[in-house]
């Protein structure tokens, strides 16, 4: 079992600066304790990393420096600066998020950075909150930052690619209403052959696709016992079943009760 990540010290300190720059500002080389990630969205900075040499960095950039590691980042003094910055504990982030921190110390040129700094933004408003579950809430923007900043940095986008079984799951909804469905026919229209599609499908929903179907059916069903007044026969005859004998054994046999006492049951239990 592995280790609980200490959520209440995952985020150390965390800010953004915007505008002038802070008067008294401490510049030059420094060592902190926990990683250290900015996000600059306006103006330009100074940075080195372990040497004296420091580098002229332009907007939109990242910068990212680990724990203990020697480090400059100033910003230049003649533009207005829009820094984003956070101190937090590498080690829980690893451990909780997987490999989603920047690969290396140092400068990022990235592009897009609007949802990166509304969740930085919030988390500043979060951290310094007493509300309920803000260490959790706090945890849960620390890691779509990171994992913003690791799509940024890598060039990958966070797209949804919907599959085959995503259209034959609609398809079935759709058909509930029906007394009974092709699905061999089925199968094939969306390019399987039907042994694989049943294995598939179990495998996906847990049932096979003919067990599935009723239990469709049967909730579709549950839905009209509670909220209609429609009788028995015109519920088994709405939805799908050739007689109401047959559908009312097979609802029992599903839910272990009949489609009367079901009816009967919830709406005692509502009244309640």
């Not at 997987?98 to 500043?124: A, Q, V």
């Not at 579709?220 to 015109?234: D, G, P, V, Y």
Request: include cysteine; glycine fraction near 8%.
């Amino acid at each position: 079992m592995g280790k609980i990540p200490d959520i209440n010290n995952s985020i150390l300190n965390i800010g953004l600066i915007n505008g002038n720059i802070p008067s008294g500002r401490k510049t030059g080389q420094r060592r902190l304790s926990g990683d250290f990630i900015a996000l600059m969205t306006e103006g330009e900075a100074y940075f080195s990393v372990l040497s004296e040499e420091r580098y002229l960095v332009k907007s939109p950039v990242l910068i990212y420096v680990p724990d203990g590691m020697r480090h400059s980042y100033d910003p230049s003094p003649r533009l207005r600066w829009k820094n984003y910055w956070m101190l937090f504990d590498g080690k829980t982030a690893r451990s909780s998020f997987g490999n989603i921190l920047p690969p290396h110390p140092g400068i990022f040129k990235i592009k897009e950075t609007d949802d990166i700094g509304k969740n930085w933004s919030e988390l500043c408003t979060i951290k310094v909150s007493e509300c309920q579950n803000s260490a959790n809430y706090s945890f849960l923007l620390l890691h779509k930052i990171l994992l913003g900043v690791h799509m940024l940095i890598t060039g990958t986008e966070l797209t949804y690619r919907p599959s085959r079984f995503d259209a034959v799951l609609q398809e079935l909804e759709n058909k509930a209403d029906a007394h009974d469905i092709d699905l061999c026919a089925l199968a094939r229209r969306y390019g399987f052959n039907y042994d694989n599609f049943r294995k598939q499908f179990k495998a996906q929903t847990g049932t096979g696709p003919k067990q599935y179907f009723l239990r469709l059916k049967i909730n579709n069903s549950k839905t009209l016992l509670l909220n209609t007044a429609l009788n028995i026969k015109q519920i088994a005859e709405m939805t799908g079943f050739e007689s109401q004998y047959y559908f009312s054994r097979i609802f029992k046999e599903k839910t272990g009760t009949s489609p009367s006492e079901f009816r009967c049951g919830k709406i005692n239990e509502k009244m309640l």
